[in-house]
């Protein structure tokens, strides 16, 4: 496979994939768009290691193959770096109560009636 040329991969250093969505004047591969910049490095580590399945999906969209092809390989790309990406995605707290120690959401009643069992 030819080496892609320069200003149509993605804009992820060293990605070898071929950008494909646009966000704010940048273009990313299927594989980084969406995905936090603190786990690019990661996923483009990914991608050199799954060379041949790069090289089928950068041959699909070089040859113009249909959707179904296209999708396909870049999907199975996505399933293989998805879970790196998530590593680095923070999960949100807003709503947790597990382990809460002070102030909670609970209705007044609720301490009004715990005192009254405890007198």
Same mark, same amino acid.
């Given at each position: ?65 249909? *959707? ?19 590593? *680095? ?21 609720? *301490? ?8």
């Amino acid at each position: 496979m030819s080496e892609p040329a320069q200003g149509e991969l993605c804009a992820a250093h060293g990605c070898p994939m071929l950008a494909a969505i646009g966000v704010a004047g940048r273009y990313w591969c299927c594989c980084h768009w969406h995905e936090p910049a603190a786990a690019f490095d990661a996923i483009t580590a990914v991608l050199h290691r799954q060379k041949l399945l790069v090289d089928a999906a950068l041959l699909a969209r070089r040859s113009y193959a249909d *959707y179904l092809a296209v999708r396909s390989t870049e999907d199975a790309l996505i399933e293989r770096t998805h879970e790196v990406g998530q590593q *680095y995605a923070l999960k949100p707290t807003r709503g947790a109560r597990g382990g809460v120690i002070g102030p909670t959401t609970e209705p007044a009643h609720h *301490y009004a009636s715990a005192e009254s069992d405890n007198q």
